[in-house]
């Protein structure tokens, strides 16, 4: 598992989407570890999981603008022993909220899980295990109605990210889940540590674009890539330009990651 500082506030601030000429400094909010963001009602909520490999809960903020955030407020608490990584809100068809989100056991044993969420701020209530041997999920609906679940395969050898279709938001498809991107050997992927994680997948114009962090992410190498596909599924195929966030492009941005 990667717990990356200065990622998803930093990526949406270097992009200028803080609003039009809305002052900003970033970074926005630090230290701060695998954030998601989704916007929601009107606002940007925000959630990390508060302390790094040992997070005990995830920490919840809002934001009107993505610059000016409310204060934190703890959310999900786990028991002892048990470890919060990575997460991702989902609003369904029917208006539903779901935490997705990557547990660790104690001896390591991690796992994507599924809560559902009475507001963003819960109460929630756990639905169980979706995945054993995954961390960073994301979930995507696309045009046709299917509901898709990305996540990094953490098993010993693979370090890819994988996608399951899903039936509902906390029933997989009876079919197999497929390794959508594959770490590439050299380049930023690579560097001692091949891995690819933390994927967000955006469909625009007709495309899917996976954005994706690669590599150790203790090293100044880490960085942001993206793949295209033209089904949820795959092939994906790297931009030419990969990366595209890196310490190299944007110096004193050390290990960006979570794109989202």
């Known amino acids: 598992m990667t717990l ?3 990622a998803t506030l930093l990526l949406l601030a270097l992009l200028g989407l803080a609003g039009p000429g809305l002052a900003y400094q ?11 963001c989704i916007a929601l009602d009107g606002l940007f909520h925000l959630i990390e999981p508060e302390g790094g490999k040992q997070a005990a809960h995830f920490t919840y903020r809002s934001s009107r603008d993505l610059v000016h955030w409310s204060d934190p407020v703890a959310i999900l608490p786990q028991p002892p022993g048990t470890a919060l990584w990575q997460g991702s809100y989902y609003r369904d068809t029917d208006g539903s909220l779901y935490l997705y989100y990557a547990a660790v056991e104690a001896g390591q044993i991690k796992s994507v899980r ?6 963003v701020t819960g109460p929630f209530t756990a639905l169980g295990t979706l995945v054993t041997g995954a961390i960073d999920p994301y979930p995507l609906r696309d045009p046709s109605g299917r509901l898709w679940l990305y996540y990094k ?3 010993p050898g693979q370090k890819g990210i994988w996608v399951q279709r899903m039936d509902g938001p906390a029933t997989p498809a009876p079919v197999p889940a497929t390794e959508v991107l ?3 050997p050299g380049g930023f992927e690579d560097n001692g540590y091949r891995s690819v994680e933390g994927p967000t997948v955006i469909l625009r ?5 996976l ?3 690669g590599g150790p992410f203790s090293k100044a190498s880490y960085a942001v890539g993206y793949a295209v596909a033209d089904r949820p ?3 994906f195929v790297r931009a030419a330009n990969n990366p595209i966030l890196s310490n190299s492009t944007a110096p004193g941005v050390y290990s960006p990651g979570v794109p989202s």
């Open 205 to 209: 114009a007709g495309r899917y674009f």
């Open 211 to 213: 954005l994706y962090s």
């Open 4 to 6: 990356r500082h200065l």
């Open 182 to 184: 594959h770490p590439a």
């Open 114 to 119: 599924i809560a559902r969420a009475a507001s």
């Open 153 to 155: 395969n953490d098993l």
């Open 233 to 235: 599924d795959g092939p």
């Open 26 to 36: 970033n970074p926005i909010l630090a230290p701060i570890n695998d954030p998601d």
